[in-house]
Structures are given as C-alpha cells and as structure tokens.
C-alpha cells in the first residue's frame, strides 16, 4: 500500500507512534514472574503488510499465551505480552446481576489510580438487565456494564450494571467529559409484532463512574448507530451508520457538557462526488456538511430516514460505517464492507483541514477482512478489530499503511469449562469478533479488549514501545 499523501493532512499521519526496532523486551510488570508463555509452542508469523513480512514490522511472531485468570491459552499474543481475562458472560457482578454476553463496544477513562471501563452489550429484546432507574425500554435486554480494573497490580475489581432496556448497544465512544456514548443498531417500532414499548435507534450517555439515566440523546439522530467519536477541540460528536448506504454524521451540541441539551444534526458532503465506496488508499476530497432537518423521524420510511433526508442534499454514501476514534488530530472512521473487495476501509476526516481521506482499502482477506471498532493508542498507534470470517485477529496499522496482526483468537473451551459455565456448542470460538479495544489513558500500559462470543473481556499488558501500537 503506499504511503498516505503528503499535503492531505496539516499533520502527519499517525504523528507520535514510536518506531520498532527496541526489540520485544521481557515484561517487568505484574506478571513478570509468572511465566505465562507455552513451552515449544509453534509461532504464528506477525507481519502481514505490503512491506516487510516474517516480523520486521509489528510485534514480531504471535504464541499461545495463557490467562492469568484461568490458565487456558485463550489468546495469541507476541513474546512479552501477558493478559488476564474477566467479566465471562454469566460471571456474577458486585450488585449480583449475571454478567450479560455480547459484549462489543467498550471505552476506558482514568479515574485517580484506576482504570473505569464501559462495556456495550449488543442484546436484541428481552429483560432488561439494569435496574429500573437506568432503564429506557423493559422489554430490551441491550445496554452497559462498568467494569474498573487496577493498573498497578494487574488486578480486576468489580462490575456492575449502568443501561439496560436498549437493543443491539454495537459501539460508541468516550468523550472528553469523562463519559460514554452508547449506541443502538436497531430501528424496532412498538407494535402487535414485538414486545418494546419504545422507539428504538437511540444514542445513550452513561458515565464511566456511575449511572446512566436511560434517557435517548434524541436530537444526535434516530438510525442504525454504530460509533462515536468527539473531537476535544470543539465537542463536535462524528457518528457512523451500519447500512450499505450509510452516512457519515457529525452533531453540533448546543453545550459540549450537557448532549442532553440538544444540537444540530449534520452529514458529510463532498467536494468531488457522493460516494466513497469504491475508493483506494490515498485517495481524498474536501468536505462539507449539510442539515438533518429532522433528526428523530418516527417512521423507518427511507424518504424520511436521516440518511435518506441527508441522502437528498448530496450526502457522501459510507459502506457500512462502523468503528469511528478520535486520535492524532483526525477522525477515524471504518467502512467495513467498503472498497473495490468489499473487505472493508479506514478513512481518516481532518477537521482543520476539512480533509476526508482513504487511509487504507484492503486488497486482500489475508491483509484484513472487515474490520469493525477501531483505537488509537496514547502514542499514536492504530487498532482495527476484525470480524470477518474464519480466525479473527487484532489488527495494528503502521504509520506506512502496513498492517500487522497483534492478537489471535484461540477461545477453544474444553468440555468441563463448558458445563461449568452452562453454555452451549462445541466450545470454539476462534471465528467470534473482536470488538471494545481501548487503552488506558494515562500512559497507555494496558490494551482492553473483548471477545463478542462467549463474551469474555481482557486485559493486556506489554512492550508496547517496542513497536508501533
């Protein structure tokens, strides 16, 4: 792939990552001495770019390493990266609900010496599982966990419920006022053919150290939400769309501290065309923005529809927008289905210089094949989770549009965890999605991460100045 353009952004892309080459130096941290790392076990090679191959970019080779918490290798990971795993669906929470599974979007903020989490749950309609003061619809088991882990000692503390009564809670994204977005990929209507009680396709505020109201964030949009993404600069909230034909939006708050408080609903037009879907790395075009008039349509009508509203005015067309992260200047966004292959982009929107940029088209199910949430680490680095088919890997993008994998999936329960735990099927999950990958803020020392099936989340600890992530 080549590089990104020079002029497309006023700063460079992916400005700060730390170059490799340091070396995968042993961990020194708090389970340095547990020797986690499986005897003659066989490598999985690490790189997988345009360029170097073998491990000369990335983290070099991947092994089975095995959890801290259960003593199975559930994960691949380079040398010198260890993990411990938490929050298995159906493990008991400190206010005595069951863990609920599909776990998918998740955001991590620093809260003194501890690291607060907020954990999506993509659930369709069923009970909810929060108490009835954080809950918006009854009759939906969707919604969010809080979980808060100690850095220091490795240590996982506790979890417990925050929204419930929502459906499908696919991702979101934190914002700068120490909170979590969450989204709803579901449109359902209350009516004779289901069981809510509500309108659903709603965003949903829930703070990392505490409670959310249950209260839908009507005025960012009623439509198949996927991601967020907040730019500190002015408390601008770009918002993606899981269709085909999907937008991308960008919501104007009347107050950066209250989004509760309303705004204006916006979408991306282009200077040189409308849709984006068949777009190569490096291509780019100048953008603008144009108004949702009603941002909260009651019918799932297309006409009337956000997108189909933001359609009409010319509005650049997203396959399948997805993972969106605010980081080194720019908004990220993954169209998962998009490109020439239809295995998935990542774009990148300069809001200086009101730039919308391909970043990277994959040319090859090899290379990368749809990828879903997306981070960028504290030093620059880039995150893609996979859901594509087959095993599903944890990906790093290089600062020359290289991609590496970082993490294989190796959840293969053996029969007694499988009883123990009550769940179904033969016990592999090797082809389940990766989704919630965020660091912690402060200095970026620990990955989180989760498995949407059976739904388990992890903690990653590592040389992560070694390499590019």
Known sequence: MPETPTGVHRRSFLKGVVGAGAGAAALAGPFGALGSRAAGAAPVSGARGTGARGGDIGYGPLYPVKDQATGLELLMLPKGFEYISYGWTGDPMADGRPTPGSHDGMGAFRGGDQVRLVRNHERGLGASFAPAGNTYDPAAGGGTTNLVFDPDAGRWIESYASLSGTIRNCAGGPT???????????????????????????????????????????????????????????????????????????????????????????AMKLDNGSDTRMWETGETDTAAWVIVEDPDPQTNDYVTSTRGQAAAKGAALITRGEGAWYGNGVVYVVASNGGVLRLGQVFAYDPVASTFTCVLSSTSADLVAAPDNICVSPRGGIVLCEDGSGLEYLHGLTPTGDIFRFAQNNVVLPPDVMAARRYAGNGNYTGSEWAGATFEPKNGNWMFANLQSPGITFAITGPWRSGPL
């Open 176 to 266: 700068p006022e120490g909170t979590w977005i969450s989204c709803e990929e579901n449109l359902t209507i209350p009516g004779s053919s289901n069981t809510a009680t509500k309108f659903h396709g709603y965003n949903f505020e829930v703070p990392a150290d505490g409670m959310a109201s249950g209260v839908p964030l009507t005025a960012m949009g009623r439509f198949n939400h996927e991601a967020t993404a907040t730019d500190p600069a002015t408390g601008f909230v770009y918002e993606t769309e899981d269709t085909g034909d999907s937008v991308l939006y960008r919501f104007r708050p009347t107050s950066r501290s209250n989004l509760a408080a309303g705004g204006v609903l916006e």
